[in-house]
Nanobody
């Protein structure tokens, strides 16, 4: 199982970024996928989750109306579109999948929101 995130970077407050997570090594289309983030000195927290077909999504209250999770099962990729970014969104963002009783994480991608 491999989860490879990309798309992070430095952005000014109010800006946008789109994260991608390319998955391999498992049957991507039958599993829900999630994005988590971890800010310095804080615990890792759930940001967004999408069902296997993409018909159902859930978001942390702090990102509702600003972030959108989506997936392309033909490309084995899950995305996180982040708009109206705030300094408090600064964190390492991780892609996550639970396969049975096993948890898999990507290596993370840094998002820094600063002027």
């Amino acid at each position: 199982v491999q989860l490879v995130e990309s798309g992070g970077g430095l952005v000014q407050p109010g800006g946008s970024l789109r994260l991608s997570c390319a998955a391999s090594g498992f049957r991507f289309s039958i599993y829900a996928m999630s994005w988590y983030r971890q800010a310095p000195g804080k615990e890792r927290e759930s940001v967004a989750t999408i069902s296997r077909a993409g018909g159902s999504t859930n978001y942390a209250d702090s990102v509702k109306e600003r972030f959108t999770i989506s997936r392309d099962n033909a490309k084995n990729t899950v995305y996180l579109q982040m708009n109206s970014l705030k300094p408090e969104d600064t964190a390492v963002y991780y892609c996550y999948v639970r396969l049975g009783i096993l948890d898999y994480w990507g290596q993370g991608t840094q998002v820094t929101v600063s002027s």
